[in-house]
C-alpha cells in the first residue's frame, strides 16, 4: 500500500476513535486529570530523597531531624496520593473503555445489517465476524491496559525530561542527544509493524471465514468427506496467520531491544559525565542520585511505551478495518424524502428496465457486446395488474432470481424503474416497502424462538390470536398445537426441529400475518417432497388470493395456480400468456410442460 494510502487509513481510523470517546469527554477529562495528578506524585518522589542524602542527612548529624523527617513524610505522601490515583483511575479508564466499545459493537452490527445483499454477498459473514470479535478484542487490550501506561508515560517522559534539564543543562543534553537515534527507531519500527499487523488481521479474517464456511456446511463437508481438505486449508490459513504474528513480533522484540540498548548507552555516559562533574566539585552526589533515579524512571516509561507500541500498531490495524466497514453505503439507499404509501393496491411496472451486477445506477447497458459488463436484463419492461399471480419460468441464468432481487430492491435497476402503484420503489421508505411487498425463498430461513416468535416476525406487534389465524389460515395450527409446547416450542437453529415442509408453512404463516399487496415467491417450493409440495401447494393459494404475486419455479406444478406464465430467456420474454393457452400452443412452455408430464409417469 502506498504512503497516502497508509495516510488516510490512519486519519479515517483516528476519526472513528474520536467519534466514539467523544460521547465521554467528561470521563476522559477525569481520567486525564487523574494521570496528571499521579505522574505529579512520581516525578516528586526523586526530589525528597535528593534533599534528604544532600540536607536531611546531614542536618540529621548536627541534631537537626526535621529536615530528614520532611523528607520521610513527603515521600510517603506521593506514594500515598500515587496509589489512590491508580484505584481511582482505574476505574474511571475501565468504564471509559468499555462505554466506547459497547457503542462501536453496537453501530457496528447496526451499520452491518443494513447494508445492502449486495455488500454481504461479496463480504463473507466470516469477516463480519472477525470484525465483531477478533477486531474488537485487540481494541479492547489496547483500551484495557495499555491507555494507562501510554498516557502515563508520555507525561512522565515530558515532564522528567523538564526536571532533567532544570537539574543539569550538560547531562539532559546528553539525554537529549540520544533521542535523535530513539526517534528514527521508532519511525522505522512503526511502518514495519502496521505492515505486519494489517496482514495478521487479513490472515485471522479468512481463518474465521474458512471455520465458519466449514461449521456453517458440516453436512456437505460429511457427505463428500471433505475433512481432511477443509483441515489443509485451514492450517494454511492458520500458518499465514501464525507466520504474519512471528514477524510482528519479532519487529517488536526488535524495537524493545534496540530502545532499550540506547538507553542504557545513554545512562552509562551519563554515569561517566555526572561522576566527572562530582568529582570536579560541579555537582552535588545528591544531585547525581537523583539525576540517575530520574534517568530510570525516564526510560522505564519508553520501554513501556515500546509495548504499548505493539498493541497499538495492532488496535489500529484492526481499526482500519472496522472504520472501512463503517464507512460502507447501501447500494439501495433509503431516499431522504420519502413517498408516503398507506395502502397498496399492488400494480407493479416494470419501464425500460436494465440491470448488470457490478454496475451503477444510471449507467449505459453494453448493447454491442464490446465492454465487461453486459446487462442480465437488458431493456425489459412489465405490467402486473393488481392482484394478478404470474410466474416467470426459463432456464438457469434467464433473470428470474434478478427480477425477484428488483421487485424487493435488494438492488436498484441499472436504469429504468420499477415501480408499485405508480411509485417509484427507490421514493419508498424501507418501512413501506418491507410492508408492502414481501420476498419468501427456497429456504425459509427460521431463527432460533418459539414458532410464535417466527411466525410473528412479519407482524411484530400481533396478538396470539392473529398468529393462531395465520397458522391456521395456511394448514399449520393443528401441527403446531401438538407440539409439545405448542406455539411456545423452541424451533431451534434454523427451524432444525421442523421439516422443510413445515418451515415452509411458517414462513407463509408469517407473510399471511404480514398481509403486503406484493409476494415474491423465489423457488419456495423447490425443495420439497410431492406430499410436502402438495400441503404447501394448499396453503400457496391460501397466501396468495387478493394478492399481487410473482412465482419463480421450476416445478410447473406450482404453475398451474398462476393467471399469466412469461418464459424467460437471456432476460427477455419470450412467451407470455395463460398456462392453459400456453400449453395448447406449440411454443417453449408447451414442451417444458410435456417434458414435466413425462418426468411424472
Known sequence: MTEAGNVVLAGRSRRLLMSLARPYRSLAVLALALIVIDNAAMVSAPLFIAHGLDTGIARGAEGDWAPLAWTVTGYLTTVGIGVLTTYFFLRVSGRLSQSVLFDLRVRLFAHTQRLSVSFHEKYTSGKVVTRLTGDIETLQELLKGALDQALSAILSVITIAAILIYLDQLLAAIVLVGFVPLALVTRWAQRRQRAGYRRTRVAIARVVVQFVESMGGIRAVQTFRREQRNESVLAVEDGEFASSTIVAMRGMGDYAGLTRLLG????????????????????????????????????????????????????????????????????????????????????????????????LPGAEPDRDGGGRVRAVLPEFSLDIPAGQVIALVGATGAGKSTLAKLLTRFYDPSGGTVTLDGVDLRALSDADLRRHVVMVTQEAYLFAGSVADNIRLGRPDATDEQVYAAARAVGLHDFVAALPDGFDTDVRKRGGRLSAGQRQLVAFARVFLADPAVIVLDEATSSLDIPGERQVQQALETVLRERTAVIIAHRLSTVAIADRVLVLEQGRIVEDGAPAQLIAGAGRFAGLHAAWRESLV
Open 264 to 359: 542504557n548507552l545513554t545512562t552509562v555516559i551519563v554515569i561517566v559525565v555526572g561522576a566527572w562533574q562530582v568529582i570536579e566539585g560541579n555537582l552535588a552526589v545528591g544531585v547525581l542520585a537523583a539525576y540517575l533515579l530520574y534517568l530510570n524512571e525516564f526510560y522505564g516509561p519508553l520501554d513501556e511505551l515500546a509495548q504499548v507500541f505493539n498493541s497499538y500498531q495492532s488496535a489500529a490495524a484492526a481499526l482500519e478495518k472496522i472504520s472501512g466497514v463503517l464507512e460502507e453505503r447501501p447500494s439501495v439507499p433509503e431516499p431522504p424524502d420519502p413517498t408516503p404509501l398507506a395502502q397498496a393496491a399492488g400494480a407493479v411496472r416494470m419501464d425500460h428496465v436494465w440491470f448488470g451486477y457490478g454496475t
